[in-house]
Each structure stands twice: as C-alpha cells, then as structure tokens.
C-alpha cells in the first residue's frame, strides 16, 4: 500500500515536469 501511494505520488510529480516543459 505505501509503494502504491509512493508510485502515485511519482506519477503526480511526472505529469507536473510534463505539463510545465509542454507550457514553454
């Protein structure tokens, strides 16, 4: 269950670097 949340979180923090290098 904490590797879930981890690989989650991971997943999260991914699209948000994606979203801010598709932004410039």
């Known amino acids: ?3 879930a949340l ?3 979180s991971e997943m999260k923090l991914a699209d948000d ?3 801010s290098i ?3």
Request: proline share 0%.
């Open 22 to 24: 598709l932004d410039k």
């Open 1 to 3: 269950m904490l590797i």
């Open 17 to 19: 670097v994606i979203e």
């Open 6 to 8: 981890l690989f989650e």
